[in-house]
């Protein structure tokens, strides 16, 4: 790890539908990353476990109920402007309708879909890990 480089510890979510398509939003254009498509989530606040993280996030940025299961990985990557530590587990959607609040746009898609679309480079393992079968 690059200690001159700040760090971010986040918690992501693998949303699972009952028909087995997964959750994805794309980053609003003029953000970091902008225009690539993510697995929802965000910061984790000091005092705040994982999955409150991602229970939190998922209700600010997409006005949705879930409930968070068990862990899928956690990464650690460096870009050039920032450390992460990329903590995902599944989550099953309990109700509510996905509104892109904090993004562009909001997908269900099935598994071997994703690589369609462009993610930010620590996202591929989450995508490696689901598609080796580790659903949940």
């Known amino acids: 790890m690059n200690l001159s480089l700040p760090h971010k510890k986040i918690g992501a979510g693998v949303i699972w539908s009952?028909?087995?398509?997964?959750?994805?939003?794309?980053?609003?254009?003029?953000?970091?990353?902008?225009?690539?498509?993510?697995f929802p989530g965000g910061k984790i606040e000091p005092g705040e476990t994982v999955p409150e993280c991602i229970v939190r996030e998922i209700r600010e940025e997409l006005a949705i109920e879930i409930s968070v299961g068990k862990h899928l990985i956690s990464?650690?990557?460096?870009?050039?402007?920032?450390?992460?530590?990329?903590?995902?587990?599944?989550?099953?959607?309990?109700?509510?309708?996905?509104?892109?609040?904090?993004?562009?746009?909001?997908?269900?898609?099935?598994?071997?879909?994703?690589?369609?679309?462009?993610?930010?480079?620590?996202?591929?393992?989450?995508i490696a890990a689901i598609q080796s079968g580790q659903k949940c």
């Open 18 to 38: 009952p028909s087995g398509q997964v959750l994805i939003d794309k980053r609003k254009a003029e953000g970091a990353m902008g225009g690539l498509w993510e």
């Open 75 to 126: 990464i650690e990557h460096t870009y050039p402007t920032f450390q992460i530590t990329l903590i995902a587990h599944h989550c099953q959607h309990i109700s509510g309708i996905p509104q892109p609040i904090e993004s562009d746009e909001v997908r269900w898609v099935n598994v071997e879909d994703l690589h369609r679309y462009q993610f930010p480079a620590a996202n591929l393992a989450i």
